[in-house]
């Protein structure tokens, strides 16, 4: 994964794009988040953090990986 992916989330059928990975303990203290994971901006919802523990029964699908 990387920032700027488009990828579906939601059992593959919400799209959305990666804003941030979220790895180091002291940003997850700032966001108020107990575990790493991603930030994907979703036109449906807004702005969905996803933990690395939904990954294995829900992943992350790639679409498109920006060029930039």
């Known amino acids: ?9 939601e059992h593959e059928t919400v ?7 979220i790895e180091s303990a002291s940003r997850q203290k700032e966001l108020n988040v107990e575990e790493a994971g991603v930030m994907i901006e979703s036109p449906p919802f807004g702005l969905l953090f996803l933990p690395v523990s939904t990954f294995a029964h829900d992943p ?6 920006s060029e930039a």
Not at 1 to 9: E, N, P
Not at 60 to 65: E, G, K, M, W
């Open 60 to 65: 992350i699908v790639l679409v498109h990986r």
């Open 15 to 21: 799209p959305g794009t990666i804003t941030e990975i």
């Open 1 to 9: 994964m990387q920032v700027g992916d488009s990828v579906l989330v």
